[in-house]
């Protein structure tokens, strides 16, 4: 398996931006479709945005789209998670997911998760 570790959370102001890193090592990184999730208390852990090995295949939560931007860097083992217009329904821990296979990686039944890194919004 694949171990990731995710970075870059913190406290943003609503409307303002954030850049998560996922970190991977353990086997070769551009083998794996990369994705995101977040889970908010009390809420089920939702699908946030997947990419293809290669990076030219995108998929994107309905309660995101237009506003992250999923992407990914082979030469580094790293997959990033671009955020804009932050509101307050964005608050999160937010984890990084790992899968051979792009329609696994959007789905709870993942190979690989992350530990998460949290996301506050403040109004």
């Known amino acids: 398996q694949v171990q990731l570790v995710e970075s870059g959370g913190g406290l943003v102001q609503a409307g303002g931006s954030l850049r998560l890193s996922c970190a991977a090592s353990?086997?070769?990184?551009?083998?794996?479709?990369m994705g995101w999730f977040r889970q908010a208390p009390g809420k089920e852990r939702e699908f946030v945005a997947a990419?293809?090995?290669?990076?030219?295949?995108?998929y994107y939560g309905d309660s995101v789209k237009g506003r992250f931007t999923i992407s990914r860097d082979n030469a580094r083992n790293t997959a990033y998670l671009h955020m804009n217009s932050l509101s307050p329904g964005d608050p999160a821990v937010y984890y990084c997911?790992?899968?051979?296979?792009?329609?696994?990686?959007?789905?709870?039944?993942?190979?690989?998760w992350g530990q998460g890194t949290q996301v506050t919004v403040s109004s």
């Open positions: 997911a790992a899968d051979p296979s792009l329609a696994r990686v959007r789905s709870p039944d993942v190979a690989s």
């Open positions: 353990g086997r070769t990184f551009s083998s794996y479709a």
């Open positions: 990419i293809g090995r290669c990076g030219y295949t995108t």
